[in-house]
């Protein structure tokens, strides 16, 4: 049983380049969550998304970032003209409902902005 | 204030210590508490979750929470260098939407 897959597990991008993050949830997850986590600070809550549908993005920044969950295939986190400043650690996790406790995290994603 | 407050460490105790990792939160609409284990350059793992206050018991490990202190603890009890790592406390609530609010973690080193 295959658990939270995202890749690549590494991105190196120049500024002002586009990253693109994908993450499989789960077998029978259908709800995806994306969180970033900076060097000695916690996770912090990007989106939230359903099948086709953005659930909660209270915690994306206005500009440049952007997530999608399309029917068929892997979520995607999409950051545009990338900055320093998005240099982080990007996780995805999954549950199999609008559980408040059962979100399972994947391996992140590790980008680093030269 | 942060939402969630957790002392970062490090913590480091020799093998087979019981081991006491705690945070504090402010907001007393979470109702439900998780614990994450995170190795060096990997996913939070899930350990255990708690709704509302009480003690949970999983193998070496218990979950307490405080409701009325704001308060939640993770004990490991016959800690392992195995159990090296950082421990995130998680919360969250019906009314705080699906996020799940994160403390900084703990970092714990066991040492044979």
């Known amino acids: 049983n295959a658990g939270v897959m995202q890749n690549p597990r590494h991105l190196v991008r120049r500024r002002g380049q586009e990253a693109r993050l994908r993450c499989s949830p789960m077998?029978?997850?259908?709800?995806v969550y994306w969180y970033r986590q900076l060097p000695e600070e916690g996770l912090k809550f990007m989106v939230y998304l359903q099948k086709e549908n953005i659930i909660d993005e209270s915690g994306m920044p206005k500009e440049r970032f952007s997530a999608e969950f399309p029917k068929e295939g892997p979520s995607i986190l999409r950051i545009q003209q990338v900055v320093r400043g998005d240099s982080a650690a990007y996780f995805c996790?999954?549950?199999?409902?609008?559980?408040?406790?059962?979100?399972?995290f994947g391996p992140g994603t590790r980008l680093l902005v030269l | 204030q942060k939402e969630v407050e957790q002392d970062p460490g490090p913590l480091s105790v020799p093998e087979g210590a019981i081991v006491s990792l705690n945070c504090t939160y402010s907001n007393s609409a979470f109702q439900y508490f998780m614990w994450y284990r995170q190795y060096s350059r990997k996913g939070p793992e899930l350990l255990m979750y708690?709704?509302?206050?009480g003690n949970k018991e999983d193998g070496r490990f218990t979950a307490q929470v405080d409701k009325s202190s704001k308060y939640i603890s993770l004990f490991i009890r016959d800690s392992q260098p195995s159990d090296s790592a950082t421990y995130l406390c998680?919360?969250?609530?019906?009314?705080?939407?699906?996020?799940?609010?994160f403390g900084t973690g703990t970092s714990l080193t066991v040492i044979p």
């Open positions: 998680a919360m969250s609530g019906t009314n705080t939407g699906n996020q799940f609010y």
């Open positions: 708690t709704y509302s206050s």
């Open positions: 996790a999954s549950s199999p409902g609008a559980a408040q406790e059962t979100q399972y």
């Open positions: 077998k029978g997850h259908s709800h």
